[in-house]
């Protein structure tokens, strides 16, 4: 089973830009799905961008369309979150997530069955 480490967040106003990344360790699968997702105090965790890590197929939650991009490094075994022109509603607590088999709706975290530890995004108004 793989194992994934999220580096990157911080505090950052709003306007700005911030760059995750997830390392991943241990077994990738071709199928494999590896998605971001992000949980703020008192809400539900929430579904943010995915990528295909074989084809680097995306898709995005539509609170971020347009500002967040996902993308993979097939050599370095790092997944990133970049992410523009943030805004107060961006900040929670990130997570980087592993689909091995690529089954299931991309934007359910129950198709998710590995998780990173998470890193905090704060953005200030």
């Known amino acids: 089973q793989a194992q994934l480490v999220e580096s990157g967040g911080g505090l950052v106003q709003a306007g700005g830009s911030l760059r995750l990344s997830c390392a991943v360790s241990?077994?990738?699968?071709?199928?494999?799905?590896m998605g971001w997702f992000r949980q703020a105090p008192g809400q539900e965790r929430q579904f943010v961008a995915t990528i295909t890590w074989s084809a680097g197929v995306t898709y995005y939650g539509d609170s971020v369309k347009g500002r967040f991009t996902i993308s993979r490094d097939n050599v370095k075994n790092t997944v990133y979150l970049q992410m523009n022109s943030l805004k107060a509603e961006d900040t929670a607590v990130y997570f980087c997530?592993?689909?091995?088999?690529?089954?299931?709706?991309?934007?359910?975290?129950?198709?998710?069955?590995?998780w990173g530890q998470g890193t905090q995004v704060t953005v200030s108004s």
């Open positions: 241990g077994p990738i699968f071709t199928n494999s799905r």
């Open positions: 997530a592993a689909d091995p088999i690529g089954g299931g709706y991309y934007g359910s975290s129950a198709s998710y069955i590995t």
